[in-house]
């Protein structure tokens, strides 16, 4: 049974940066499509990122030029770095996986971690 867990997340001001990470077991990291999805209150589950099984990444608009997802296939964990962040990206952030379809809806995960609060103020 794969699992993910999330860390990495805080409270922190606009325009600062911060480093979640995604531990994956139960299975291989580069072997599923591993994306990011966050959540804020009252608000529908949202795509950030995602990366694919030969390695492309791929995002959302409102964070592409802000926020870079990444693999360590050694550490079997996913990264997603985020700069410049706004008050408008807290969120709880959440890590999913798929082994055949994943893209940028949430129904075509199978896994899906806890989540890590992020906090951003003004």
């Known amino acids: 049974q794969v699992q993910l867990v999330e860390s990495g997340g805080g409270l922190v001001q606009a325009g600062s940066s911060l480093r979640l990470s995604c531990e994956v077991s139960?299975?291989?990291?580069?072997?599923?499509?591993t994306g990011w999805f966050r959540q804020a209150p009252g608000k529908e589950r949202e795509f950030v990122a995602a990366?694919?099984?030969?390695?492309?990444?791929y995002y959302a608009d409102s964070v592409k030029d802000r926020f870079t997802i990444s693999r360590d296939n050694a550490k079997n964990t996913v990264y997603l770095h985020m700069h410049s962040l706004k008050p408008e990206d807290t969120a709880v952030y959440l890590c999913?996986?798929?082994?055949?379809?994943?893209?940028?809806?949430?129904?075509?995960?199978?896994?899906w971690g806890q989540g890590t609060q992020v906090t951003v103020s003004s």
């Open positions: 999913a996986a798929d082994q055949h379809y994943g893209g940028s809806e949430s129904l075509q995960y199978d896994y």
């Open positions: 139960g299975g291989t990291v580069y072997n599923y499509v």
């Open positions: 990366v694919n099984w030969s390695g492309t990444s």
